[in-house]
């Protein structure tokens, strides 16, 4: 990106000030050498981002933005309720697309001792890739239950543990989620698909604590140097999908009966008020409840696939978070308490220490981070900064791409990579050699220069780093 | 005629050109196909029917790529031929393929959705035509 033009607010952020179709200004959180390496459109869309009606304080773009649809992925927005709008393609594709991290308790050794029987029956069990059904089938009565009651209704079929309510955003189930407003043509696609994976960068990991950044925090959150946590990313599958397709195109014809004028059709959206607004948000908290679901149903087939190697192993949930969501959410801004509906796409709340919407367990810490980096590079676990929330208490996601899969294509070989990885001590089972190599690590950004820049911009404190033992990819 | 793709950031643009417009979307929709694995792969055992319409041709690739999409993801298949006709911003196509075989197709990605990123429908000064736009995977 050409910095020309951006003020430098600190070490970690800049500000391009608002001119011509801003409203507010635009706010990136990244270093000297992670601003200058986003793409151009980084820039681009947050610029227009800020010109959208009703927008708030400033328009955040994370560490790991990169070029999106509409929004940059990375991109935060907060909209006034009666002034301004919501934006499907703000919420992304793949709707509440997220991270769970599950607590083992096992010390590396115990699981490098079965490590390729593990990762073997992990590969079995956890249904992966396109194509891939789950052993769950929906009749139209069981949709409509899904869709409103999320991982609750996963744990009340015997999905997971009533204990893993508390630890899910939103206590795992999304309210005001209406069935009705999720097309057909979304539910039939969603039939067959709770309790998989997906694929590109969707993955179950088990990974090794190889660092502790903040002792505390982490023996609050259950960690310990050594020992082994299981995450799990992926999101409403198919059905998020769908309507994010289907609204994106009724947002785009909408907008100039509504007088939004979109500098770019993706950017496509419509005012919180009205009658297109309010079922988009209808569905997409719907879409989110699935994706609650889903990964809760992953959990339970992962905890299966453990308990045969370490019988009795409890596995608790530390967190569940949601990258592509728009929420509801009160906030300050300018010394004033606001209802504000909050866009984060390819972004995670970060919610501060003793907020109202966390979880009891979380209040004297704030709310657990995950930030998803490569195959080989690994994760972070954070939490959310206890002063004032930046941002709208917001914080990256993951390491970002620095190159296309067409450049990764180009430059690795699927075999290779797993291969290395091999010989690194992390075992990759994946169906797809090609989506191996496009996903290869050195296609994603450093992570650990991500998450550097989110702390020190105050977005979120280091906890604790993750680095792989299994992967499965789609 | 040609199918291709082209580089996004975290995602895949596909690009079909051909000496009419219906055919550009055929390649656009075969270059969809190659994003998840060589259409060579492809067995051409089973048609499916398409048909949509929009209000004009450039939303119309954007329905058809997603139509696409939709039935690759509910009868788990893959295609790699397509026959299109458009006439009046209406498409009418059969698509040829087959059930997925995880190990033999070995998917690299699943579509998720067609966007308006990059999106194109144009007519070439040389009379061919190009359809293109972002694939999110």
């Known amino acids: ?474 | 005629m040609t199918a291709t793709r082209f580089p996004h950031g975290a995602d895949i643009g596909v690009r079909g050109e051909g000496p009419t417009l219906a055919a550009a979307f055929a390649e656009a929709a075969a270059a969809l196909s190659a994003s998840v694995c060589d259409l060579d792969a492809i067995r051409l055992e089973t048609p499916v029917a398409i048909e949509c319409a929009a209000p004009n041709d450039a939303v119309l690739l954007f329905d058809w790529l997603n139509r696409v999409i939709y039935e690759m993801a509910v009868r788990r298949m893959l295609f790699s031929r397509f026959e299109t006709t458009i006439a009046n911003h209406r498409l009418r196509a059969v698509a040829w393929g087959e059930r997925v075989d995880p190990n033999r197709h070995q998917p690299a990605v699943e579509p998720k959705g067609a966007t308006f990123t990059e999106l194109r429908v144009e007519r070439r000064p040389d009379g061919s035509w190009l359809a293109q736009c972002v694939v999110d995977v």
């Open chain 1, 1 to 474: 990106m050409d910095i020309s033009g951006l003020e430098r607010l600190g070490e970690d952020a800049w500000r391009i000030p608002a001119s011509g179709r801003m409203r507010v200004p635009a706010v990136i959180y990244a270093d000297d050498v992670l601003v200058r390496e986003m793409d151009e459109k980084v820039r681009e869309q947050i610029v227009n981002v800020a010109g959208l009606p009703g927008i708030v304080e400033a328009a955040y773009a994370m560490p790991d933005a990169h070029w999106g649809y509409g929004f940059p992925i990375g991109g935060v927005a907060a909209f006034d309720p009666d002034e301004g709008v919501v934006s499907a393609g703000g919420v992304g594709f793949d709707i509440s697309c997220g991270v769970r991290t599950l607590v083992t308790g096992l010390p590396r050794p115990a699981v490098e001792a079965v490590a390729t029987e593990l990762a073997d029956a992990l590969f079995d069990t956890i249904p992966a890739g396109m194509g891939a059904t789950g052993g769950v089938s929906l009749d139209d009565d069981e949709m409509n239950a899904m869709l409103a009651g999320g991982a609750a209704w996963a744990v009340e079929r015997g999905w997971g543990a009533a204990a893993d309510l508390p630890r899910i955003e939103e206590g795992g189930r999304m309210a005001d989620a209406d069935p009705d407003a999720v097309s057909p043509l979304a539910k039939q696609r969603q039939r067959d698909e709770m309790g998989t994976l997906g694929s590109g960068n969707h993955y179950l990991e088990a990974q090794e604590v190889t660092a502790i950044d903040d002792a505390p925090l982490a023996a609050a959150f259950g960690l310990n140097t050594g020992d082994v946590v299981v995450s799990i990313h992926c999101g409403s599958r198919g059905l998020g999908h769908q309507i994010g397709s289907e609204f994106l195109r009724e947002m785009a014809v909408a907008a100039p009966a509504a007088g939004i004028e979109l500098p770019d059709l993706e950017l496509a959206c419509a005012p919180i008020r009205s009658e297109l607004g309010r079922r988009y948000l209808r569905a997409m908290r719907a879409a989110i409840n699935c994706a609650l679901a889903n990964r809760q149903i992953l959990t339970h087939l992962t905890r299966g696939v453990f308990g045969r190697f370490f019988p009795d192993l409890p596995m608790p949930l530390l967190f569940d978070v949601s990258h592509n969501t728009c929420k509801e959410e009160w906030h300050t801004v300018a010394g004033r308490r606001r209802q504000l509906y909050v866009h984060r796409k390819g972004a995670t709340r970060a919610l501060p220490p003793d907020h109202p919407d966390l979880p009891n367990a979380f209040a004297a810490t704030g709310q657990p981070v995950f930030v998803g980096g490569s195959m080989g590079t690994g994760s972070a676990i954070l939490a959310g900064a206890p002063r004032a929330p930046t941002a709208f208490a917001s914080a990256c996601h993951g390491a970002g791409r620095r190159m296309s899969r067409h450049q990764a294509l180009k430059l690795w070989r699927g075999r290779e990579v797993v291969d290395a990885l091999a010989r690194r001590g992390v075992f990759v089972r994946s169906r797809s050699l090609r989506g191996v190599a496009e996903e290869a690590p050195d296609a994603y950004k450093p992570i650990d220069a991500v998450v550097d820049a989110a702390v020190a911009a105050g977005l979120a404190r280091r906890v604790a780093r993750l680095k792989p033992i299994l992967c499965i990819k789609g």
